[in-house]
């Protein structure tokens, strides 16, 4: 869902958006999800977004491969600026951390959205802490039962 940035004005205008259209295919999830955003105009070259996404992500434990449900409540706020040309992309100090460029008058809140998605993702899933995995010898799922390795 792309949104021209200059048709906003100072009080929040409010976007809802289908999981159909933007939800990344890579990514299993359970049941529906929330995407809302509110975007309003801060001054003639920026604009505030702010987020919520809800959605309940099917995971697989790293060590034993067992499926898990990841819920997601993920609120953000991002100041969204028109990327200048010839400027220094990929830079970003604490400051602009909450920075979301664009590079034209567009804003795509499907983008946002997705790489939400991946943000609020686990580098490391885990189905406990004290999973014990699979024998990599046998297969085994060490959790359930023992090595039947010789």
């Known amino acids: 869902m792309k ?19 933007w939800f990344p295919l890579e990514v299993v ?7 809302t955003a509110g975007l309003r105009c801060l001054d003639a070259a920026s604009w505030s977004l702010s987020g919520r996404l809800r959605v309940t992500l099917v995971l697989s434990c790293d060590r034993c ?11 953000f706020v991002y100041r969204v ?25 567009a804003l795509d809140l499907s983008e946002v959205f997705r790489e939400r998605i991946f943000l609020v993702s686990p580098e490391k899933v885990l189905c406990a802490e004290t999973c014990r995995g699979l024998c990599a010898g046998c297969g085994a799922d060490l959790n359930l039962e023992p090595c039947r390795c010789p």
């Open 65 to 75: 491969g067992r499926q898990l449900l990841w819920p997601v409540d993920d609120q």
């Open 29 to 35: 999830k359970a049941g529906d999800v929330t995407a």
């Open 3 to 21: 949104v021209i940035l200059t048709s906003l004005t100072r009080q929040e205008k409010l976007f809802t958006l289908a999981d159909a259209d």
């Open 81 to 105: 600026a028109v990327e200048e040309s010839g400027g220094q992309g990929g830079e970003v100090d604490e400051e602009n951390a909450a920075l979301w460029l664009v590079s034209g008058p």
